[in-house]
């Protein structure tokens, strides 16, 4: 099962994950990266680098984040950017486009009245 990107790459984006993945499996959307699955060898170097734990091996995928396993499927499709299977991620294939769940999210950071931390809202 491949590996997947969840809400936590939204607005951050670091890229470290994509130098890490010796298969270049993971492209730059407009406000995340996404992991296409037919590629990606399920080695787990990029969740090893991840600064912000938004990547997930399938099955540890938490319930409230079981949606961007099909947003990362998807990107690839029709619905984004149509690319299908590129082969690896290069200039060509980075979009400024999203999946629409990522589009529809709200993630700017506010701080919380009651503890004083950040939290992401959505």
Known sequence: MAYVIASTCIDVKDGACQEACPVECIYEGGRMMYIQPAECIDCGLCLSVC???????????????????????EFFGSVVTGWGSPGGADSAHVSALDHPLVMMRDWRRRSSPHNGDVEGIG
């Open 51 to 73: 600064p912000v734990d938004a990547i997930y091996a399938g099955g540890d995928l938490p319930e409230s984040e079981r949606a961007f396993e099909r947003a990362n499927a």
